[in-house]
């Protein structure tokens, strides 16, 4: 038999709650303070698949509906990945949320969303099923993976199907977790065939809950950040959950530029991400530069310097 080695959902805070009634079309501090309106104006993320692997997605949300494809549930089988969380929603809505007027609009609005559901109503799972759920996404042909969960404990099972993800051609994004200052990040993202993300808050300072360790790739809003709620809702929550899904948006803006034939950048491997964002990312603003790498990876990914090639 098996032995349940348990993952769950990064811890998060939730701050803020309002429903659809109550929400004119909001936009988030990430997406002001990088600019992202000027990169929508050549590439919105258009041909781009991301397998969100959470608690589900609300599949009926008018925010984030048209842009989600057939998903599964891992938790129960053959029953459709409704997210019986909200943690998944929120991820969706960072993500891909449609720029139509109501609730609040995603980093890459036209790209589309995969839901597999591998974490149950408490947010909580094993790590054997992550495993599925990475082989599954990639047998799926996305271009993206996106996990915001976490774990102490290291299994290789999980870090063979990020391989094989790899091998079909796909970048695996992880959060780096909530606990702070710490001498490693989780599992998967302590991986380094991830990408791993920390979260900064909106003085792009490093969060105060964002894991630390010398495999930390980059920083992204991760504060106080608005997004879709189950139940044609929205709340505003805070976590590295958060922050991973703007990286992962950045990314699909870039890839969709490259996929539209207006660029002759090459972006295949996760080293091609790493490559590029490292090159075109900002300092945190309090950072110590003696231990700099430790408490931020290479910085916070910047769409801003990032449309040098968009131009």
């Not at 781009?48 to 494809?69: F, P």
């Not at 759920?133 to 271009?143: E, K, L, N, S, T």
């Not at 803006?253 to 090459?266: D, Y």
């Not at 603003?285 to 801003?304: C, H, Q």
């Amino acid at each position: 038999m098996k032995k349940k080695y348990k993952c769950k959902l990064l811890p998060y805070t939730k701050t803020k709650y309002v429903s659809l009634l109550n929400s004119n079309q909001k936009t988030g501090w990430g997406i002001t303070a990088f600019d992202l309106p000027k990169a929508w104006q050549v590439t919105q993320g258009d041909g781009i698949k991301i397998a969100v692997l959470d608690t589900g997605a609300d599949l009926d949300h008018q925010d984030i509906s048209e842009n989600l494809l057939q998903g599964i549930n891992l938790i129960e089988k053959n029953s459709p990945p409704e997210d019986d969380n909200g943690h998944g929603t929120h991820v969706t809505g960072i993500l891909v949320a449609s720029n139509n007027d109501i609730g609040m609009v995603g980093v890459c609005p036209k790209a589309k969303v995969i839901p597999v559901k591998i974490l149950d109503k408490n947010g909580n799972g094993n790590l054997f099923l992550v495993s599925d759920g990475i082989r599954w996404a990639a047998d799926q042909g996305v271009d993206f993976i996106t996990m915001s969960l976490g774990s102490p404990m290291k299994v290789q099972s999980v870090r063979n199907a990020i391989i094989y993800a790899q091998s079909k051609g796909v970048v695996v994004f992880c959060a780096a977790g909530n606990a702070g200052m710490t001498k490693e990040i989780f599992y998967p993202a302590n991986y380094k065939e991830t990408i791993s993300i920390g979260a900064i808050k909106e003085n792009f300072k490093r969060a105060d809950f964002s894991c630390t360790g010398m495999n930390l790739d980059f920083m992204a809003p991760g504060e106080n950040i608005f997004s879709t709620f189950p139940n044609n809702s929205y709340a505003t929550l805070s976590g590295t959950s958060m922050a991973c899904p703007f990286a992962v948006g950045v990314a699909a803006l870039l890839k969709s530029f490259v996929k539209s034939g207006n660029s002759n950048l090459i972006l295949n491997t996760t080293e091609d991400y790493r490559e590029l964002f490292r090159k075109h990312s900002t300092d945190i603003t309090d950072v110590d530069l003696t231990n700099s790498k430790f408490l931020e990876g290479f910085g916070i990914i910047d769409p801003r310097k990032l449309m040098n090639f968009c131009e």
